[in-house]
């Protein structure tokens, strides 16, 4: 079978394509569709059309029943302003009827605030579930980007100690010609095939690493992926430069203006604050004694009818309110604890851009020094080879600086991820992850 090469923007987005969180999101979104319609709705027309067919029969009264047809059509609107405008036709047995009314709330549900009430808070509640979606989306973002970077860290390793398996055998031959040759002791040639054993079980175990890591990545994938071998894919590494990883962080005044600008949990408090504060304004208006205004113009069609027009006001206070200040007060509160909620995330995003910021300063300062330290147990271990080959050093000396360049290039293939691990959680404490619902 042949490879599949993948990169991290593929995985990502075989994830947000594939994985079943993702595509209960997209689920989700069609439904919230729907009730944001729903919602706008509130300050659109809407129609109605009824019947009702029959025979009467007057008790007591000596004539046979008598068939009954009628037949409404009517149309309602709401304006932004709380006026209610309908208009409707009835059509029954020869005569008709037609209405016109209007309704002009003065107190309880009076004006464009709580007019638009119900078309606002639908509005808020799509943009809430969007903004939770997306958190989702960038939650598998993240996760599938680490596993991705624990993937392709292990098989760094993996060819390292390979590359440590095949330098140990070429030296295992030449210290082989070497004790034949006399130059050497047997005890020299047993210390290089200790570290062969050595190397070959340190890759045995990277292989099972590589394949469990490969494994943990693929997951995300979906189960199109679930039953492919981890050999079967193959990490494209990442277009890093040693200098874009050594690059420092911006300034930390401009990424704290990008996160408020831009982090979704900022922007999905600030939408909670505002739902909760509208709430609290439907509440308050709940208390209010109801009074109407009303006006009508009825028009009938049928013998001995003519039009008529009424005016009148309605009023209507209830006289237990208790149920109603405690429905106001809680909705008080959860407004309150809303915007406590939004200054203690203030105060979290401050500390998540600094602590960014400090750990990828940190991490490519620790860069620059495993390189460092790598380079400089790589010239040693040439400089111990030269010596043993001069008969002025021993195995045991040339398998010491053998292990300590093994080990600074494992703890410099750490601090490459280290780098990358918190360059991608700047990015998502700064809101720069490229994750939105179309």
């Not at 991705?148 to 098989?155: F, K």
């Not at 407004?335 to 991490?363: G, M, P, W």
Request: charged fraction near 20%; hydrophobic fraction near 45%; proline fraction near 3%.
């Amino acid at each position: 079978m042949a490879r599949e090469s993948i990169d991290l923007p593929c995985a990502q987005a075989l994830a947000l394509r594939h994985n079943s969180a993702a595509r209960g999101v997209f689920l989700d979104r069609q439904t919230q569709a729907l009730a944001l319609e729903v919602g706008e709705g509130d300050l659109q027309p809407k129609f109605n059309l009824s019947g009702q067919v029959g025979r009467a029969l007057v008790a007591g009264v000596a004539a046979s029943p008598q068939n009954v047809a009628t037949a409404t059509a009517g149309a309602a609107l709401k304006l932004p302003v709380s006026t209610q405008v309908s208009v409707s036709l009835s059509r029954s047995n020869g005569s008709s009827t037609r209405l016109l009314q209007v309704i002009q709330p003065l107190l309880k549900n009076a004006g464009d605030e709580q007019g638009t009430l119900s078309r606002n808070m639908a509005r808020l509640r799509y943009e809430q579930a969007g903004l939770q979606g997306e958190q989702t989306l960038e939650d598998l973002y993240v996760s599938v980007a680490l596993a991705y970077y624990q993937a392709l860290q292990a098989r760094m390793q993996l060819a390292a100690a390979e590359r440590s398996v095949r330098s140990l055998s070429l030296s295992l031959a030449s210290n082989q010609a070497l004790l034949e040759a006399g130059r050497i002791s047997r005890l020299d040639l047993l210390q290089v095939q200790a570290d062969l054993a050595q190397a070959r079980l340190a890759a045995s175990r990277m292989r099972n690493v590589v394949s469990g890591a490969m494994s943990s990545l693929m997951k995300w994938w979906g189960a199109e992926f679930w039953t492919q071998e981890p050999s079967s894919v193959e990490l494209v590494d990442l277009d890093q430069e040693p200098d874009d990883l050594r690059a420092l962080p911006a300034d930390e005044q401009a990424l704290l203006a990008k996160a408020f600008q831009l982090r979704r949990d900022w922007k999905l408090a600030r939408s909670v604050v505002d739902l909760a504060h509208l709430d609290w304004l439907r509440a308050r208006n709940d208390m209010l004694p109801e009074l109407n205004v009303s006006a009508s113009v009825q028009s009938v069609r049928a013998a001995g009818a003519g039009p008529s027009s009424a005016l009148g006001v309605t009023f209507s206070l209830p006289l237990d309110r208790a149920p109603l200040r405690l429905q106001e007060n809680a909705a008080a509160v959860v407004h309150r604890k809303a915007e406590l909620a939004l200054e203690d995330l203030r105060s979290q995003i401050i500390d998540d851009v600094r602590t960014a910021v400090r750990e990828e300063a940190f991490s490519v300062h620790q860069l620059a020094l495993a390189e460092r330290n790598e380079s400089l147990n790589r010239q040693k271990l040439e400089a111990e080879n030269d010596k043993f080959l001069a008969g002025r050093s021993s195995a045991f000396q040339l398998s010491a600086a053998q292990s300590a360049l093994n080990d600074a290039e494992a703890g410099r293939i750490q601090a490459v991820f280290a780098v990358r691990v918190s360059r991608l959680q700047k990015l998502r404490v700064t809101g720069g992850l490229p994750v939105h619902l179309q």
